[in-house]
């Protein structure tokens, strides 16, 4: 026990170290605003990692499916972008939300089927709902309209190809790294029309975005396979709430140091976006064997190096990790030899029994681990509250047991995405 009181100690040490920026960077505002990530209405939803099997039949095949729900009574626009694992987009488009509507969107659909959504049906907004032309802030509802959207086969095999192999046909230099099923993740943003600008151009950021948090939604992962799988888990998806809340890109300033998509907006109107920054310190725990043959996978977000370009984004394929710690159920900490390598892509999915992460000191099956996943890429940014910034990550984790249960849910942050990278370097223990 003396070792846990050395460690709350260590930890309450590391907290009074970043409270003079915790200070600083306090927000009050009308809507509860701060950096602390919560599950409440936000202008920008994340699915940090999806996984689709695009060769399988669909009572075989893995699936990822998710909802955005308009929690307000105007009509709403939400964009949605698959991103591969290293940061690329490959498919964007809108769908138009009544008042208080909710839209389930399955991946296997688009990948395989080549469906989007259909908001033809959202013509006639409901009984309690506002008429559809009763947003001022939507400057144009021009193709939100329009119905089931057939996308053609070709393109959606160069999407496959992008999410699967990493290449294609259109692209010069790789954009995603191979493995057998489609991996990336997704964002959800609430904007001002059904522009189709791509999210690659920095007008997106400073002209269509929108600022109102009223967005939620989920997300379920299935396997159906009963001979590999016959499992599910699901979460809310990461919820981002704009600070200030409402008006336009050009009506307010932020008091965040930088914001979730800093690496995409204008050079001189950084923090345009005004999404909250997401946290780079983790607490996650793991059971891994046992009777029940438990495992643990950790799915694990990451903010890349680069923020666009498809010759360029192999720059994410191996982001690195500053520290991480395992402890045991007797308080036994483990790390990786200083010379180990470790990095993954923006979205990876990797077994607690995997030597990515350090080994087991005793015989037990269960414990925690201390993330620290900052990459170091932001330690010469500047920002208005700290010489420098940590990277922006967020953790899941995914237990099943016996091929019959399945959960998943975020990890602990140990800090929140306005902590200076100074205040997040040291591991619990000193260790180093």
């Known amino acids: 026990m003396r070792r846990v009181y050395a460690l709350v ?38 699915l940090p990692r999806f996984e689709v099997d695009v060769d399988k039949p669909a009572n075989e095949g893995i699936n990822t499916i998710f909802s955005v729900i308009n929690t307000s009574r105007s009509p709403q626009i939400a964009r949605i972008t698959l991103w591969t694992d290293q940061g690329y987009p490959t498919l964007w488009f809108n769908v138009f939300l009544t008042g208080y509507d909710v839209q389930p969107i399955s991946l296997r659909d688009i990948l395989v089927l080549g469906l989007i959504p259909d908001t033809g049906t959202k013509a006639v907004s409901g009984p309690k709902s506002g008429p559809n032309d009763s947003n001022p802030k939507l400057v144009n509802t021009e193709g939100c309209l329009e119905g089931n959207v057939n996308v053609p086969a070709s393109f959606i095999a160069d999407i496959r190809s992008m999410l699967t192999a990493g290449t294609s046909k ?8 191979a493995h057998d099923k489609a991996i990336g993740y997704v964002t959800i ?21 929108l600022f109102d948090n009223v967005l939620t939604g989920d997300f379920e992962l299935i396997n159906p396979d009963a001979n590999l799988g016959n499992y599910a888990g699901g979460n809310p998806l990461v919820h981002l709430k ?12 932020t008091p965040l140091p930088y914001t979730f998509y800093d690496r995409y907006t204008p050079p001189g109107a950084r923090r345009v976006d005004r999404r909250q920054p997401l946290p780079s310190v983790f607490a996650a725990r793991f059971i891994q ?15 890349g190096t680069v923020a666009a370009g498809e010759c360029v984004a192999a720059l994410n394929a191996e982001l690195p990790v500053t520290s991480i710690v395992r402890f045991d159920e007797d308080e036994n900490p483990t790390m990786n030899a200083p010379a180990a390598a470790q990095t993954m892509p923006l979205a990876a999915s990797l077994s607690t029994t995997s ?19 900052d990459s170091r890429v932001g330690a010469q940014e500047k920002t ?31 800090a929140n995405g306005c902590t200076s990278s100074a205040a997040v370097a040291k591991t619990p223990g000193g260790l180093q």
């Open 384 to 414: 208005p509250f700290s010489s420098s910034r940590p990277s922006q990550n967020w953790v899941l984790v995914s237990m099943r047991a016996e091929g019959r249960y399945g959960v998943a849910y975020d990890a602990t942050a140990m």
């Open 9 to 46: 100690a260590l930890l309450l040490a590391s907290l009074v170290t970043a409270a003079p920026l915790a200070k600083k960077t306090a927000i009050a505002t009308e809507n509860g605003a701060s950096c602390d990530i919560s599950t409440s209405p936000a202008a920008t939803l994340l």
């Open 289 to 303: 064997g046992g009777t029940t043959a438990f495992a643990t996978d950790y799915v694990i977000w990451r903010e």
């Open 170 to 177: 259109t692209k010069e230099c790789r954009v995603g790294t």
């Open 189 to 209: 943003d609430l904007v001002n029309s059904c522009s189709l600008l791509s999210p690659l151009d920095m007008s997106y950021y400073s002209q269509l975005l």
């Open 242 to 253: 704009a600070i200030p809340e409402g008006g336009t890109a050009q009506s307010a300033a």
């Open 355 to 373: 030597p990515f992460f350090p080994p087991m000191a005793g015989l037990g099956v269960s414990g925690w681990m201390f993330l620290n996943l």
